[in-house]
């Protein structure tokens, strides 16, 4: 009858059971060089000063035009 | 000055200027830490394949959020194991771990005069260990791998894990009592 392993010999099996393993080169150069691909990429932010100043003056143009189309069309007010 | 602290000045350089975009910065850390979290996923998920693709998630991930590494206040390699334990875990719970553990990868020759017998013999109690290892809850998997493949001490993992020195040796001695039960079952079955 087998005899159960005791606690430092479980812990000697475990050290000669995990050992550190080297992942393949080629693996380690392709991955370096895949992160330096990706550190090239940039990510635009999208520019919230420009995009305010074109609904302002969207706003702006569109109150302008209102207003033309206003005085265009009302000409009793031309008269007064 | 002592040279540990030293050592700690010029690491902490390396990572300010990884932070700030150097990639020469943070190639010099990929490459100190590659190994680590490559080893630290093969045995977490045993194959080589999901190993890789994990670990390549894992330094995507740190060079994505690498301005948030400063606030954990820990060693960089002990925040590259969180991100590697949380893929992880992820991986278990996506239920990706079906493939069997190709026993061939995790036998390490030590020596090339090893002769067949014994070799076989050994691969057998690799073999029967893995097998035990992997009836373990993860946390516990997870200190037998950090303590014995990457020869870690209890403080260490403590860093590693969110927990102190103590309670790391305890959680080890639980996981060894827990193991011995299940060892012994497959012994008897091999």
Known sequence: MKQKIEKSDLEKKLTEALNPISPQKEFIVSLRDNLQKKALVVIEKPDYLLMILMVLSGLVGGVLILWLLQLFFNPKRKEE | MNSHTGDR???????????????????????????????????????????????????????????????????????????????????????????????????????????PEKQLEKNQTVEYLMHSIRKLPQNRQQVLILKYVENMSNREIGVVMKKSEGAIKSLYHRTLKELRKYVNKDELKF
Do not use: C
């Open chain 2, 9 to 115: 000045q010029k690491k902490n350089a390396i990572i300010d200027r990884a932070i700030s975009g150097d990639e020469e910065a943070f190639g010099q850390l990929y490459q100190e830490n590659i190994k680590k979290i490559y080893n630290y996923i093969y045995y977490r998920t045993g194959n080589k394949n999901d190993a890789e693709d994990l670990t390549a998630r894992v330094f995507q991930r740190a060079l994505k959020h690498i301005t948030r590494y400063k606030r954990t206040k820990v060693p960089f390699s002990a925040w590259l194991y969180r991100i590697a334990h949380n893929l992880v875990a992820n991986w278990h719970r996506d239920g990706k771990n079906k493939r069997e553990l190709p026993i061939e990868d995790h036998v390490y020759i030590k020596s090339n005069m090893v002769m």
